[in-house]
C-alpha cells in the first residue's frame, strides 16, 4: 500500500474528538468493564478507585488500545477486557505515584491519596494491579500477558529511576529520555501492541503500533512536563509547579540548567535541593526556563517523537481511525498552548 | 488408599528442618531464580530487595509450593520459578505491609521503608510484583496465571480490609478469620495449589492441597499475631506489641475485649484508638490478654485449622514429603511457645 506522508501540524486546533467518536461505542463497554470489575466486597475498595476512575481522565490508553484496534478493523469483542486491563495498570500507577510524590492534587481534584490516606491509595493500587492480570488471564492470551507484564515491569523500573535521579541535576537528556520511555511510553506502547495481538495480525504490525504508541507516548509526557512549568493547575489538573518542588528533573531543567550562567547553575543547585521552593522561586525558575526557550525546545523535542508516532502508522490505510491516530498525536503537543 | 490419623501433637519440638532438607535441592534453584530476577539496571531495586530477599525469612510459601511437588512426585522443574513467582508475591506485599504500617523491624533488621524510604519501597514492591507474572507468563500455564492472580487480589482486598477494621473493636472473630483468611492463608493455598497444577492431577488433589494451605495459612497468622502479645522481638524477628500501638484488632485482642469487664473494655477501647500505647500499657494488655486465657485460646484455635491442614493430606501417601507437610503444621504452631 501507498504510504501518504502527514506533517504534524503546528497551530493546528487539534483535539481528541475523532478518536472519542471513533471508539464511543466500544468505550462504553470498556467502561462497563472497569465499572464492573473495580466492585469488591471492601468498599472502601471502589469506594477510593471510583475518586479516581470516576473522576475522569481521558483514558486515553484504553482509548489507544481501541483506536488501534479500529484501524486494524478487528470486529471482536476481547479488547473491551484487555483495554479496561491497561486502564487498571495506569490507575494503579497514578494511586501509587501520588503516595511517592506526595501529591495535592490529581485530574483536577484532591489526590486519593490524601482524602483516604497513603495506605489504602497503595492497597488500592494494588487491589487495582491485581485484577489487571486477572482481566488478562480471562481474555487467555499469554502473548498479551507477556507485553503487560513486561511493561509493568518496565514501568516499576522506571519510577525507581526517576526517584533515584530526583534532585540530580547532572541527570542528561539521554537518562531523562529513558526514564520517561519507561514509566509513560512503555505502557502507551503496550497498550497499542495488543491491538494487533487480538486482531491476530503479524509481528511487522506489533511493532508499527509497539512504535507509534511509544513514540505518542514520550512526546505526551515530555509536554506533560514542560506545561508543570507553563501552565496553571486549571489546564493542567494536577499542582502547577510540582515538578519544580519536588527536585524533578525534567527536560525544562536540564536544557536551563545546561544553557545557563554560573549563577542560573547555582540557583537550579539550590532549587532542586529542596532550598528554593517558594512562589518567586518558581517564577524566578519560569523566567530561567523561558529565557533559554526550555519550553519550546521540549515542545520541539516533543513534536519529533510525535513525527516518528506518525510515520510508524503511515503503511496503514487512510481512514477515520488513522485520522483519528494522527490527530491524538497533533493533540498531546498542542494541548501545551 | 487408606489414610492414617496424624493427630496434632502439642508439646512435640515440630521443626521444619525436614522440610528444609526434603527441598533443599529444589531450593537451591528456587534461590537462584530469586537472585537472577530480581536483578535490573536500576541498581536501586536489587539493593533494596536484596535487603529483605537476602535478609533471611524462613522462604515458607515457595517451600510449600516445592513440598507439595514432592508430595505428588512430580518429576519437572517447572515449580522452580513458580515458587520464586510466589515468593515475589510474598516479597511485594511485605514491602507494601511495611509502608502500611509504618513498621521499624521485619525478619529482625530495620525495614527497607526506613532505609530507603516509603516512595522506594512501593515502586520496588511493584517491581517484584510484576516481576512474579513475567516468571508465570514464562512458565506459561493459565492455570496457574489464574490461580496466582486471583490470590494477588484477595490479598490486596485482605489487607484493605484489615485497614478498614483497624481500632474498631466491633470486629467479629469471623471477620478477622476473613481478614486473615484473605490476606496470609490466600497465598498459602496458592503456593500448595500450583504444585498440583504442573505435575497435571485432577481437582480433587487441587482442592485438597489448597486446603491444607489455607489452613496451614489462618493457623500460622493465628499464631503470628498471638506472638506479638506474647514474645520479645527477637523470637518475632519485628517489633513486639506493633499490633497493640497500631490499633490492630487480632484474636487476643476480641477475645480479651469480649471476656473483660466495663473497666477493661473501656481501656481497651482507650488503647485501640491510640489514646493507650506506652511500654505500662502495652504491659497492662498483655494482663488482661492472660487474664482471659486469650492467647492459649488462639492458640487452640489455630491447632483447630492445624488439624484440618493435616487432615486435608490425610489421602496422599506417606512418606518423607507427608511427614515434613505434618511438622509444618505442627512447627508453625508449636513456634508460639
Known amino acids: 500500500?501507498?504510504?501518504?506522508?502527514?506533517?504534524?501540524?503546528?497551530?493546528?486546533?487539534?483535539?481528541?474528538?475523532?478518536?472519542?467518536?471513533?471508539?464511543?461505542?466500544?468505550?462504553?463497554?470498556?467502561?462497563?468493564?472497569?465499572?464492573?470489575?473495580?466492585?469488591?466486597?471492601?468498599?472502601?475498595?471502589?469506594?477510593?478507585?471510583?475518586?479516581?476512575?470516576?473522576?475522569?481522565?481521558?483514558?486515553?490508553?484504553?482509548?489507544?488500545?481501541?483506536?488501534?484496534?479500529?484501524?486494524?478493523?478487528?470486529?471482536?469483542?476481547?479488547?473491551?477486557?484487555?483495554?479496561?486491563?491497561?486502564?487498571?495498570?495506569?490507575?494503579?500507577?497514578?494511586?501509587?505515584?501520588?503516595?511517592?510524590?506526595?501529591?495535592?492534587?490529581?485530574?483536577?481534584?484532591?489526590?486519593?491519596?490524601l482524602i483516604f490516606g497513603n495506605p489504602a491509595a497503595v492497597l488500592v493500587g494494588d487491589f487495582l494491579f491485581s485484577r489487571s492480570f486477572e482481566l488478562m488471564v480471562e481474555d487467555g492470551s499469554l502473548k498479551v500477558l507477556k507485553i503487560l507484564s513486561h511493561a509493568s515491569a518496565v514501568i516499576a523500573e522506571g519510577e525507581v529511576d526517576q526517584l533515584t535521579a530526583q534532585r540530580q541535576l547532572a541527570t542528561s537528556e539521554e537518562h531523562y529520555l529513558g526514564i520517561i520511555g519507561a514509566k509513560t511510553a512503555a505502557l502507551f506502547a503496550a497498550a497499542c501492541r495488543i491491538a494487533a495481538v487480538v486482531a491476530e495480525r503479524d509481528s511487522a504490525v506489533e511493532e508499527a503500533l509497539d512504535r507509534?504508541?511509544?513514540?505518542?507516548?514520550?512526546?505526551?509526557?515530555?509536554?506533560?512536563?514542560?506545561?508543570?512549568?507553563?501552565?496553571?493547575?486549571?489546564?493542567?489538573?494536577?499542582?502547577?509547579?510540582?515538578?519544580f518542588r519536588d527536585g524533578k528533573i525534567t527536560l525544562p531543567v536540564i536544557l536551563a540548567f545546561a544553557r545557563g550562567d554560573g549563577d542560573e547553575q547555582h540557583f537550579w543547585r539550590e532549587a532542586m535541593a529542596g532550598r528554593r521552593v517558594s512562589d518567586a522561586d518558581l517564577a524566578h525558575a519560569t523566567k530561567l526556563i523561558e529565557r533559554h526557550d526550555a519550553i519550546s525546545d521540549s515542545i520541539a523535542r516533543a513534536r519529533h517523537y510525535g513525527q516518528r508516532a506518525i510515520d510508524a502508522i503511515a503503511p496503514f490505510p487512510a481512514g477515520p481511525a488513522k485520522s483519528a491516530l494522527i490527530e491524538a498525536v497533533e493533540f498531546a503537543i498542542d494541548r501545551a498552548y
Open 1 to 113: 500500500m501507498a504510504a501518504t506522508i502527514h506533517p504534524l501540524k503546528p497551530g493546528h486546533a487539534a483535539s481528541l474528538e475523532p478518536m472519542m467518536a471513533l471508539v464511543a461505542g466500544d468505550m462504553n463497554r470498556v467502561n462497563s468493564v472497569i465499572l464492573d470489575r473495580m466492585q469488591s466486597d471492601i468498599p472502601l475498595i471502589p469506594e477510593l478507585a471510583g475518586h479516581l476512575i470516576a473522576g475522569g481522565g481521558k483514558r486515553l490508553r484504553p482509548m489507544l488500545t481501541l483506536a488501534c484496534a479500529a484501524l486494524l478493523d478487528y470486529p471482536g469483542d476481547r479488547h473491551h477486557k484487555l483495554a479496561a486491563a491497561v486502564e487498571f495498570i495506569h490507575t494503579a500507577t497514578l494511586l501509587h505515584d501520588d503516595v511517592v510524590d506526595g501529591s495535592d492534587m490529581r485530574r483536577g481534584k484532591t489526590a486519593a491519596n
Open 212 to 243: 507509534y504508541g511509544r513514540n505518542l507516548g514520550v512526546a505526551f509526557q515530555l509536554v506533560d512536563d514542560a506545561i508543570d512549568y507553563a501552565s496553571d493547575s486549571e489546564v493542567m489538573g494536577k499542582g502547577v509547579g510540582d515538578d
